[in-house]
């Protein structure tokens, strides 16, 4: 259908250099963005569409750290705090996090690294962005009517009964963005299948691919549980059903099976796409060939698969059989392995090589620091006896800030400093994405770790008035925060900059492998590469 | 403005040390990797870094054996604290038998205790010190979850069902007591203290204030109130069995299956009462969902709990 | 201009890459139908197995004629299914028809008698709701039966209206000559999603009818 050639403006991008069409010139119009189904402009829809959600989210983590400097609830009602945490979770795991590197740089690399014109269904691919886009409105219109308070895990009856916010809005938002992701996945799963160039054997394929295949599989399986477990919710809140009350003989509990089915192994949605990532960076940037690229691959759909059988250590103290824990407290220890494998073999990579410090390659060793504690504070909470101490407190809130901050969000910066050249053919500047990267690095530590140290000392998640003796912490906590926030509004700013003074970067600025440096132009043409390419190389042939 | 920088909780219970001490393992073992992965990448980075924009270094493929290692070591490491750490939770688990019985029922947004004695309370637990404690838990509404980080135990409060916990305190003192499942606005108000006291002091707090009578004298009341001795009462012939000495007890049911009397199945017969019918009797009693309150049953628990021991009505 | 040219997609290299890549996404597609259907079904086992008497009880207030008769319709529409993508293989364009018109009346059936036993229930107040009535016993769980079946056969004829949609735009694609022996992916890969729809029914059928009948 609407392959439409868009004739280039002879005005515009008028270098004598840019002799080719890119992406970018292919059309300048609204409907041009609108109705693309080039894969690489659906990936900068996202990635505005992300930047608006993440900073949306972000102010509302802002509120939440200012209320908690004083142990008294004073800056605002208990209503208004317990809808600050639940938008900022719901924004950012399902507005932010979930589709951040798949739907930006997923979307973007998954053809050009694989030598495909485009991803297999680009149709599909516009359609989920809608749906995405649609899910956000819901969202977006369920805070500014007022809210919603029920936490972002949703738990029911307090969301099916007794909550008096706008809960199925929010739900339905996260309903079309999950449908929005399993496209996503669907989509890549079609095109790492059935469209990669001559050459480009499954073992050939660069880990980003790898991370993105296991993370597609858990799109696919994972997402549609939770999808009806959501229309079940809307249905008890509309009609009282009575599948999750317990008045009636309904099972609250099993809402959290259903829920965390999903949502433990969408932790894994997250991360996977940003070790995939890191993988790319630290070869690029320390000149080696990934040390034990099967280690890494097989690992990857290792946690995609063990990932969907610990859902239960979220439910520990709920009550379920003590068997039942058991199984799960042992497959999540068996999880932990994998990601161990991973973080020595990026350590080993460095070993004898050719290490520079660009910004890419700083965001990535902060990621292997703060993946290192967030992974293995994740093992002191598959642990049964110190679990059941520290859940709902503050040491899981700082663990998983660990893992989605320090781990997807660390990746999603190393991603977007990497890829930046070849998305927007400029370069940013390097000084301040250093300084950055280290501001991020720093506050980040600030204001997380001493959450563990709270959240040991036993205080609650979701309080929005706490005990005098927990303040030191939570006061050197949300000086972290003045500082991250700060740290994420720098790249804000100079990227905005080099789109307009940056200097034009070459098709391949970091001499890094891979079909988008080698082959393609920075930014790349419309239709990716000028003829398919053959692969005749080894990946990470440096 | 400040007490002190304090990093660890205080230890209150027979568990709290035990839970301490894996916490302590785990984390000289997350030290020692951190360490050496901070340290590894560090060195490699200063080492190796970056002389020349051509320089080649030599390429590493892997190696089978290290990557081995590196997959095996944590696995047997990960199983070791798997083991410790169920073995305190199967601990934690399973009171002992002397433990005295409370009963606790949370409501948004506070806790009603009661004691067997007829004492309550509301958001405050008084127990004796070195005495096993259980808790026998329910809810009038949302899931709450009881929480005191000194003893190092958190168990949830779901609707529908009971939830128990035990704890032995070894402290005498004032703990907080924390609502850990988020709950609803005044989630955060829903805290409280457990305070422990030598057994002296406990009994002169039992004997104190106004005159209680204990709960199983309540629960008979209720008992009468809800009429249930019209048809429970314990007599050859009545329309109900009879209650007496049947608590722990197993008894046939209608349907041939066999079920222990316990308080869940007690909290199940008033509530759903023709689910799970006793063995030589029709499904003829009314349902009392929504007539009696979770503290209410709690209370004919205890009365019928009364009963077992050799009491009669 | 014959289908070859003009259905291929510009990212294709040719249309054997995009009827792989074509049939490998809905296969994907229907995973995450099973596993968006499975939600349902460990709903359904948890709280039969907790209230198998209600369910019994529930279940026997089911018309089991008429399910019968719907299970018969669908079995039958997934047979002229099957010939529509048999001749779509052949390209004879009047049967492809023919068949597509067969099937979308015999799913307008399926959906006119899942209507009319619905209406059925509304009147005798059998909709899960603060509505529901239910002379008898274990009236709360009989609800959550009926919660259960109105979210899974809802569903269900959910997913017969969307592939009744589909099938009309096939209608009319057909009828513009645009498949033919070389390209007939939509007929194919819609035949597949129809399967699966029949099948989730086939599984539907007897835990909500039979269940009071052995």
Not at chain 2, 159 to 171: C, D, L
């Amino acid at each position: 259908m609407s392959t439409a050639v868009f004739k280039p403006r002879p005005d515009q991008m008028g270098d004598n250099n840019e002799k080719k069409t890119s992406y970018l010139t292919a059309g300048f119009n609204i409907r041009s963005w609108l109705l693309t189904v080039d894969h690489k402009r659906i990936a900068i829809l996202y990635l505005l569409s992300l930047t608006f959600f993440f900073f949306l989210g972000g102010m509302f983590a802002v509120l939440i750290r200012l209320e908690l400097i004083t142990p008294a609830g004073d800056l605002m009602q208990a209503e208004t705090y317990n809808k600050m945490f639940t938008m900022h979770g719901v924004v950012m795991v399902f507005f932010f996090l979930i589709p951040s590197i798949p739907a930006v740089f997923g979307n973007f690399l998954v053809p050009l690294m694989i030598g495909a014109k485009d991803l297999a269904f680009p149709r599909i691919n516009l359609l989920s962005w809608y749906l995405f886009m649609f899910g956000g409105m819901l969202g977006f219109a369920a805070i500014i009517f007022g809210g919603v308070d029920t936490g972002w895990t949703f738990y029911t009856p307090y969301s099916s009964t007794y909550a008096n916010s706008n809960v199925i809005l929010a739900a339905l938002g996260a309903f079309f963005a999950g449908f929005s992701s399993i496209l996503t996945g669907l989509n890549f799963i079609a095109t790492i299948h059935k469209m990669r160039a001559p050459g480009m054997t499954w073992f050939r394929m660069p880990l980003f691919i790898w991370a993105h295949y296991a993370t597609s599989i858990i799109q696919i399986l994972g997402t549609p549980v939770v999808a009806i477990t959501i229309i079940l919710v809307a249905l008890e809140r509309l009609f009282h059903i009575g599948i999750f009350d317990p008045k009636l003989g309904g099972d609250p509990i099993l809402f959290q099976h259903l829920f965390w089915f999903y949502s433990h192994p969408a932790v894994y949605i997250m991360i996977l796409p940003s070790m995939g990532v890191i993988s790319e960076v630290i070869t690029c940037f320390s000149k080696k060939k990934i040390f034990g690229y099967e280690f890494i691959a097989f690992s990857s759909l290792g946690i995609a698969v063990l990932g969907f059988l610990v859902w239960g250590h979220h439910m520990y103290t709920s009550g379920q059989s003590i068997y039942v824990s058991l199984v799960f407290s042992v497959l999540t220890f068996l999880v932990a392995i994998p990601s161990a494998i991973k973080v020595f073999n990026w350590t080993a990579t460095l070993y004898k090589g050719s290490v520079s410090y660009d910004a890419p390659m700083l965001y990535a060793i902060g990621f292997i620091g703060l993946f290192t504690i967030g992974g293995l504070t994740g093992v002191f909470l598959a642990t049964l006896g110190v679990n059941v101490h520290v859940h709902d407190t503050y040491f899981i809130v700082a663990h998983f800030h660990y893992i989605m901050v320090g781990g997807a969000i660390m990746g999603y910066m190393a991603a977007l400093h990497f890829w930046w050249p070849k998305i927007t053919g400029r370069l940013y500047p390097e000084v301040w994405a250093r300084v950055a990267s280290f501001v991020i690095f720093f506050g980040f530590h600030l204001t997380f770790f001493p959450q563990f140290i709270v959240g040991y000392l036993g205080m609650p998640r979701r309080y929005h008035a706490y005990p005098e003796e927990f303040q030191i912490w939570n006061i050197l906590s949300s000086a972290g925060a003045s500082i991250l926030g700060l740290g994420y509004l720098i790249p804000l700013i100079y990227f905005i900059w080099s789109l307009k003074y940056g200097e034009r970067a070459s098709a391949n600025p970091w001499n890094a492998k891979g079909l988008e440096w080698e082959k393609a132009d920075s930014p790349p043409t419309q239709f990716n590469f000028d003829k398919t390419p053959i692969v005749d190389q080894e990946v990470y042939d440096y | 403005m400040f007490k002190e920088f304090k990093f660890f909780p205080e230890q209150a219970s027979t568990l709290a040390g035990e839970v301490d001490l894996l916490f302590y393992f785990l984390i000289a073992v997350s030290v020692f990797f951190s360490s050496l992965i901070f340290f590894l990448i560090y060195v490699f980075a200063v080492r190796y870094r970056r002389r020349s924009e051509d320089e080649k270094p030599q390429q590493i493929p892997g190696m089978l054996k290290l990557e081995l290692a590196w997959s095996i070591i944590p696995l047997i490491l990960t199983m070791i604290v798997f083991v410790w750490g169920a073995t305190i939770y199967f601990d934690s688990y399973t009171p002992p038998k002397d433990a005295m019985e409370v009963y606790v029922v949370g409501k948004q947004w506070m806790w009603h205790i009661q004691h067997p004695t007829g004492q309550r309370e509301i958001n405050e637990l008084h127990i004796p010190v070195n005495q096993p404690v259980k808790l026998t838990m329910a809810t009038e509404d949302v899931i709450h979850s009881f929480y005191v980080p000194a003893f190092r135990v958190k168990k949830d409060v779901v609707p529908g069902r009971y939830t128990t916990m035990w704890f032995e305190a070894t402290k005498t003192g004032e703990f907080h007591l924390f609502c850990a499942e988020y709950c609803g606005t005044k989630h955060s108000a829903m805290i409280g203290k457990v305070v422990v006291q030598e057994p002296a002091a406990y009994q002169d707090w039992l004997s104190g204030g106004t005159q209680n009578e204990p709960l199983e004298v309540i629960g008979e009341k209720k008992f009468q109130q809800f009429a249930c001795q019209t048809c429970h009462a314990d007599k050859p012939n009545s329309r109900g069995p009879s209650l007496v000495g049947i608590f722990g007890e197993s008894i046939k049911l209608q349907n041939g299956q066999s079920v222990v009397v316990d308080e869940e199945y007690i909290r199940e017969s008033v509530l759903e009462p023709n689910s799970k019918v006793a063995a030589g009797y029709k499904p003829v009693m009314p349902t009392f969902k929504g007539q009696v309150s979770e503290v209410s049953l709690l209370q004919i628990t205890a009365y019928i709990k009364s009963l077992a021991k050799g009491g009669s009505n | 201009m014959s289908t070859k040219e003009t259905a291929l997609q510009h990212h294709f290299e040719n249309l054997d890459q995009q009827f792989e890549a074509s049939t490998l996404g809905m296969w994907a597609f229907l995973v995450q139908e099973i596993l968006f259907f499975g939600g349902l079904f460990a709903g359904y086992i948890v709280y039969r197995n907790w209230y198998p008497e209600a369910f019994h009880l529930g279940s026997e207030h089911l018309d089991v004629f008429l399910g019968t008769v719907n299970t018969a319709v669908l079995i039958c529409s997934s047979l002229t299914m099957a010939m529509a993508v048999h001749w779509a293989q052949k390209g004879d364009k009047n049967k492809i028809i023919t068949f597509l018109v067969l099937t979308f009346i015999l799913g307008a059936v399926f959906l006119g008698i899942k209507a009319v036993e619905y209406s059925h229930k509304f009147h005798a107040g059998l909709l899960p709701g603060d509505g529901f009535i239910w002379h008898g016993e274990h009236g709360d769980q009989v609800r959550i039966f009926y919660s259960f079946y109105f979210v899974m056969t809802g569903m269900h004829a959910l997913h017969m209206i969307i592939g009744a949609g589909i099938l009309i735009h096939l209608i009319v694609q057909a009828g513009k000559d645009r498949y033919d022996a070389n390209y007939f992916t939509p007929v194919e890969l819609f035949g597949l999603y129809w399967h699966f729809v029949d099948i989730i029914w086939i599984f539907l059928f007897p835990l909500l009818y039979l269940l009071g009948r052995h």
